[in-house]
């Protein structure tokens, strides 16, 4: 199956690809290698998932608001690059996670995108290096900020 | 215009080139990307700006730290490759941002650097992908520390 | 002298290769590059150094984790790549510490690992371009998290 054909089965629904909100491009190409920014996790009606970690929502939540982001990301890839199968691979996930300092369940949080990678593109194909860390805040207090690089085919 | 003649008629003051103050180099180059480290804002006297956003100083403070600290870069660059027209274009930024755990307007304050790098390199050469994200702490309690990626010509 | 030369003679015991927690792979190599997943300070026994900088750890103790960190990282070399001597040099270090928001020593401890690479791959091909900065949280509490590129040869 292409990533495309998996894409389709899993009828998800995708977030608006957002727009910067800053002085930055949502993704460059450079070689055979994808750059996406940093995205958040925006809602399909374009607002944002808001809150910290241990404080204001629970790893569970946090983990439901990285898949959100890796679906934005997913809309990124789409409205930019036209079809999910001009990637061929996950290369690399930076997965920050906004939470007070006694929190420790990062990895798990981060699944939440890096389980929608696996389902799109696949159990080999759909997973890349990763680091799953804390954060002391983020942009307008969302939970997560994801930024990843793709290998085009 | 090139990148050297858009810089020399913005007038600008650059710091020298910062010293690593560990063990890592100011820049490497692989293939034709130039990876460049983490920068701090320092000054032309060889000092840094100090503190942390929403506790000692604000964000429009904050963000004039991001453009000094985008300064520096330019200042390893054009040190260590002798000019800005060996850059093709800006890749990624990783904007960090030393801030309470409540601040939220982390693109605001990168954005610091990254209108610098617009007025140097240009709208679209100039425009990378980027994270902008609130970190713990940062070394000597500077307020913002910016690595880079730029493409060669 | 080769890579795996240095290592011998330094009569240095490495961790087991640590499995991924989470849904990630310990390495990837895309044309010439390395990517290495963040890794913790791991021991010879499986457990992990924990505490954050500043409240539970001193800054020399946290800089022992980051070397430890880089046993583990030096370790998930060999075990995949089957020797040191595949790879030419370090391109990019991100050191991420766990420390209290006062913390400023963030270069001191992530020359932990630093220093290592240097006595392993030499003090050309060892040091590349480093952010070292501080989290607000990390994995289970460690002090250290440490993702690394190296160029093959």
Same mark, same amino acid.
């Given at each position: 199956?292409?990533?495309?054909?998996?894409? /389709?089965?899993?009828?998800?629904?995708?977030?608006?690809?957002?727009?910067?909100?800053?002085?930055?491009?949502?993704? #460059?190409?450079?070689? +055979?290698?994808?750059?996406?920014?940093?995205?958040? =996790?925006?809602?399909?009606?374009?607002?944002? !998932? !808001?809150?910290?970690?241990?404080?204001?929502?629970?790893?569970?939540? &946090?983990?439901? &608001? &990285?898949?959100?982001?890796?679906?934005? !990301?997913?809309?990124?890839?789409?409205?930019?690059?036209?079809?999910? +199968?001009? #990637?061929?691979?996950?290369?690399?996930?930076?997965?920050?996670? +906004?939470?007070? =300092?006694?929190?420790?369940?990062?990895?798990?949080?981060? +699944?939440?995108?890096?389980?929608?990678?696996?389902?799109?593109?696949?159990?080999?194909?759909?997973?890349?290096?990763?680091?799953?860390?804390?954060?002391?805040?983020?942009?307008?207090?969302? =939970?997560?900020? #994801? /930024?990843?690089?793709? /290998?085009?085919?």
């Amino acid at each position: 199956m292409t990533h495309e054909e998996r894409f /389709e089965k899993l009828n998800l629904t995708l977030p608006t690809a957002p727009k910067p909100v800053g002085v930055y491009k949502p993704y #460059i190409i450079v070689d +055979n290698i994808v750059y996406v920014s940093g995205h958040s =996790p925006v809602l399909e009606d374009g607002g944002h !998932i !808001i809150g910290r970690v241990g404080k204001d929502m629970k790893a569970e939540e &946090a983990k439901e &608001a &990285a898949r959100q982001t890796g679906l934005a !990301i997913l809309s990124t890839i789409k409205t930019h690059l036209g079809s999910l +199968n001009k #990637i061929k691979r996950v290369v690399k996930v930076l997965g920050m996670v +906004n939470a007070e =300092p006694e929190f420790g369940e990062h990895p798990f949080v981060i +699944n939440g995108c890096s389980e929608l990678f696996v389902e799109v593109f696949g159990p080999d194909m759909g997973v890349g290096v990763r680091s799953a860390v804390g954060m002391g805040s983020l942009p307008h207090g969302i =939970p997560v900020e #994801i /930024e990843a690089h793709f /290998e085009l085919v």
